[in-house]
Each structure stands twice: as structure tokens, then as C-alpha cells.
């Protein structure tokens, strides 16, 4: 039992250790694997195919959608002078913008990389005119968007809850006060570099009149989150039906309110939106077929009987998985990681006592900070290519930070209230 499992787990990293494309690399050790163990050749479409039938899954591309409107419209600036107005003042001026401006970017688009893609440029751009170096504003745009996949709507939590067949409602929801801690994190952290290494702030605090105004203009954009968030908690809407509202809301705010909308315009968000589901939506699918190979083999309860039988401790059995899952982010894209793993290391968490819900949050952010690390750094990489700066530079710079989200990431998984106190309101 697990044998062949486990060499489809060796095949699999060989491949990615040379650099095969991710889907690949998970897709060939499951057709050997049905080869081998006689099943039909059609096994890999079928099961990719019936993973990919889903309705909730229609919540991503349109929730990618909403970010690429974003991306080509106005509301990116707006949110920006908002955030420049509230905490520009503090110590890190600029840097603690970056953050405000990611959280709020992050509760409309749902995506890390859609963050950086969307005010990323806005953000580095205006560091480095302000005297900030390239390098370490890349590295603070990379760290902000990593609490972007917690916050709601969360792409990566509505992609668990179809594969651990937890209500994806209670998983965005659960996720709201997790991101707000580690915001809060980020920006103490960033007010202690700045006082180490002098960075500057602006030289006035917005006065109240100034904040007003660009509040208002920054109001429409800024009420999206709260009117997911207050529609799923109503029970207004699925998270599917939330996505939909909110692409048409972020249309109407830019026909009526900002007067920005046309047909180039539209086409180009949706041409981007396509390219970015088209990516994530073949490596569900890949993901899903090798991860289906891992379970049949009994992977899921070999990794099982190996924790547990170090511990049965919950407090023990939190740090070996989350060292693994820190480890697997090292390599692996965090979706293909996702649907991987939670096959895996749900039964051993939910058999120490672990709520599926915490163990959402926990797995998806954790996973996130493979968006941080080498060899991968998927968001260090595109920070680093919008500076124009060698990534080694931003990964060096991205240290305190990973330090700040290990730190965020050891209380989301030993105080679950964070997680789960909002589900008493449902």
C-alpha cells in the first residue's frame, strides 16, 4: 500500500526539480499511474473533468474578473490617496500605505498575485519616487498581499471548502479577522524598520477635511467588501451569486460614479481574466487527478499513522503539519498545494480534534508563504520584475516580513476563536 503513491510523489518532484510546467509534472505521474494499475487512459479527463464541475468554482474567474476591472479602471488610485490620507503619517509613511491599500485591494479581488498585479505598480512606483529603495519596496508589496488569500473573497478558502466539502460561506467569513491580525502585524513591524533605518513618512497628517474628501471618492470601492461580507452573512447570496454581484457593482461604480467604461475597457479585464483562470483552472484539474492517485494508494492515511504515531498531541501535530505544508510551499504553486494536500492532512487534523473550518485558514495561509520563499516566490518574483530590482535582492529584503507572517501564522493556528468566533453569528 502507498508504494505507488509514493513513487508518483518522487516522479512528480523530479519533474518540477527540472522545471516541467506545474500541470504537467502532476498530470504524467497519473496517467503512468493508471497505466500501470490498468485503469482506462480516459481516467485522468474523467476525473479532471468531474472536479471541475462545480458551480462554486464559477466564483473564481469572476472574482479575477473583478480585479482585472480594477486593474484597468480608476479604483486603484482612489483607494490609494485614501490610504495615503489615514496612515501615511506613521512611521514607514509609504510602506504602511502599501499595506492599508493591499487589504483593501485584497477584499474585492480575492488573489495575492491579483493584488500585486492590480496596485503593485501604483504602490512601488510611489515608494521609490518618495526615496524608498526598489528592493524593499517590492519585498513590503509581496508580504502586504500575502493576507489578501484570507480575507474575503478568498479564491484559495472557496477552493478548500469544495475539496474538504466545508461550507465555503463559514471559510470567508472565518478568514476576515485572521487577515485583519496579520495586517495589524505588518504594520508594527514596518514602524520598527522604519525607526531602525530611518525611512521617511509624510511630514503632515491629513487633516480632517482631506481624509473626507478622498474617503468619499474612495467610498464606492470601499463599500465592496463590506457588501460581500453583509450579504453572505444575511444569507443574501452563495459565494458564486457574491462574485456575480460584485462584477456588476464594480461596472456600475465605474459607469455612474467614475465615469470609466468602455469597450476596450471591459474587453481587456476579460482577456486578462481568461489567460489567469485558464492557469489556475489546469492545475485544479491536474492537481485534483494527482491528488486522487495519493488517496487511493493510501498516502492520506500513511501520512496519518506517521504523525500520529510521533504524537497525538494537537499542539504537536499543528507544527509537523504546518512544518510540512511550510516545506511543500517551498516548491509547489499554492492551489496545486491546496487541492494536494487537504486530502492528505485534514483526516490527521480533524482526528487530533482540529475544526475543518481553522484548518482551512490554516493551510491557506501557511501555504501562502511559499509566495515569499525561493526557489518559487511566485509574488517576490512579479514584485521584484515591477521594480525592476534582482529578486535576490527583494527575497533578502522580504525576510523580516516572512518573519512577522511566521509569527501571524503561530497565533491563527493555536487561538481558533480568531477563526471561529464570527461563525456564532451565522
Known amino acids: 500500500m502507498a508504494v505507488l503513491g509514493l513513487i508518483a510523489v518522487l516522479l512528480f518532484v523530479a519533474l518540477a526539480s527540472i522545471r ?72 514607514g509613511g509609504l510602506a504602511q500605505v502599501n499595506i492599508l491599500t493591499s487589504l483593501i485591494f485584497s477584499g474585492i479581488s480575492g488573489s495575492a498575485l491579483a493584488d500585486i498585479g492590480g496596485v503593485g505598480r501604483v504602490l512601488i512606483d510611489s515608494m521609490k519616487d518618495a526615496g524608498y529603495d526598489g528592493d524593499f519596496s517590492a519585498a513590503v508589496t509581496s508580504a502586504s498581499a500575502t493576507a489578501g488569500p484570507i480575507f474575503p473573497p478568498s479564491i484559495p478558502l472557496i477552493l478548500y471548502g469544495i475539496i474538504a466539502e466545508v461550507s465555503v460561506v463559514s471559510l470567508l467569513l472565518a478568514g476576515a479577522l485572521p487577515a485583519l491580525l ?66 456588476f457593482y464594480i461596472l456600475l461604480i465605474n459607469t455612474v460614479v467614475y465615469r470609466f467604461l468602455n469597450l476596450r475597457y471591459i474587453w481587456n479585464a476579460a482577456t486578462e481574466t481568461v489567460e489567469t483562470t485558464g492557469t489556475i483552472v489546469i492545475i485544479l484539474g491536474a492537481a485534483s487527478v494527482f491528488s486522487y492517485v495519493l488517496s487511493v494508494e493510501g498516502v492520506d492515511r500513511l501520512f496519518e499513522t506517521t504523525v500520529l504515531s510521533l504524537s497525538t498531541n494537537p499542539i504537536i501535530v499543528l507544527i509537523l503539519v504546518n512544518l510540512v505544508l511550510l516545506f511543500i510551499g517551498l516548491f509547489l504553486d499554492p492551489i496545486a498545494a491546496l487541492v494536494m494536500m487537504t486530502p492528505i492532512v485534514l483526516p490527521t ?42 529578486v535576490w535582492n527583494v527575497f533578502r529584503e522580504t525576510r523580516d516580513y516572512y518573519v512577522i507572517l511566521a509569527i501571524a501564522l503561530l497565533v491563527i493556528t493555536y487561538y481558533p476563536p480568531l477563526s471561529l468566533s464570527i461563525l456564532e453569528y451565522l
Open 349 to 390: 487534523l480533524t482526528e487530533v480534534g482540529v475544526d475543518p473550518v481553522h484548518a482551512g485558514v490554516i493551510m491557506v495561509f501557511n501555504l501562502m508563504l511559499g509566495l515569499l520563499t525561493p526557489p518559487l516566490g511566485l509574488s517576490v518574483y512579479l514584485s521584484a520584475d515591477i521594480a525592476d530590482e534582482p
Open 182 to 247: 496579520t495586517v495589524a502585524f505588518l504594520m508594527l513591524g514596518t514602524a520598527v524598520i522604519a525607526k531602525t533605518r530611518g525611512l521617511p513618512s509624510n511630514s503632515h497628517r491629513a487633516s480632517l477635511g482631506k481624509i473626507g474628501s478622498s474617503f468619499a471618492k474612495a467610498f464606492p470601492a470601499l463599500l465592496t467588501p463590506v457588501i460581500l461580507i453583509a450579504g453572505m452573512l444575511g444569507g443574501l447570496f452563495s459565494p458564486t451569486e457574491a462574485a456575480a454581484v460584485t462584477v
Open 20 to 91: 516541467v510546467p506545474v500541470w504537467i509534472a502532476l498530470l504524467v505521474p497519473a496517467a503512468l499511474y493508471s497505466f500501470v494499475s490498468g485503469q482506462p487512459l480516459l481516467f485522468p479527463a474523467v476525473n479532471m473533468v468531474r472536479e471541475l464541475d462545480s458551480f462554486t468554482l464559477l466564483a473564481i474567474p469572476l472574482f479575477i474578473y473583478v480585479g482585472s476591472l480594477m486593474n484597468h479602471g480608476e479604483i486603484t488610485e482612489k483607494i490609494f490617496d485614501f490610504a495615503d490620507d489615514v496612515v501615511g503619517h506613521y512611521d
